[in-house]
């Protein structure tokens, strides 16, 4: 398997807990970590598994680092590339937005012509509504620490597991 590129904010707390988890399940030695906020186009052209950290921020929104990205983004094709997504929500305290970004990041994506991978269901969550759901899915992995912290580790080598066969 060719490296994957795991590309994320080095200074969140919680992504970056959950993206090094992602890296030990896959063995560190088949991804790269990229720092998403030096990102440039030439990181998603140099890799054809991408795995981004995208947590919402505030109100369902993207944090600033991928806002700034995202003319850039648009401007690539990604057909031959195929992206999982990962993001924090809180599905008390935001209930209306929960893992918004993921939703809107997977859209981008889409029109880029980028094949998303790994999505997981809605079951076990509560919230009102999400960006990134699709029927009973998901558009990624929804984490969510504030309120299911003991299940993360759980959910992410269950999603680990998903990714290592829909990335061959």
């Known amino acids: ?15 970056s807990l ?10 560190n030695e088949q991804v790269e970590m990229i720092n998403a906020e030096n990102i440039t186009p030439e990181h998603f052209t140099a890799y054809d598994k991408l795995i981004l950290g995208v947590p919402t ?7 600033n680092y991928w806002d700034e990205f995202i003319p850039a983004l648009e ?21 209306e937005n929960f893992v918004d ?4 990041m997977a859209r981008i994506l889409e029109q880029c012509g980028a094949t998303l991978v790994g999505f997981t269901s809605i079951e076990g969550y509560s919230f009102e509504s999400s960006k990134a759901r699709r029927d009973n899915q998901f558009v990624g992995l929804a984490l969510d ?7 993360i580790n759980q959910k992410i080598n269950a999603w680990v597991d998903q990714l290592k066969k829909e990335f061959k």
């Open 1 to 15: 398997m060719s490296k994957i590129a795991i590309i994320y904010s080095f200074n969140t707390n919680k992504t």
């Open 18 to 27: 959950a993206a090094k988890k992602i890296a030990d399940a896959f063995g």
């Open 57 to 63: 921020w505030f109100d369902g929104e993207l944090p």
């Open 75 to 95: 401007d690539l094709d990604l057909r031959s590339k195929k992206i999982a997504l990962f993001g924090n929500g809180d599905q008390k305290g935001y209930p």
């Open 101 to 104: 970004a993921i939703g809107i």
């Open 145 to 151: 620490f504030e309120n299911q912290g003991k299940l």
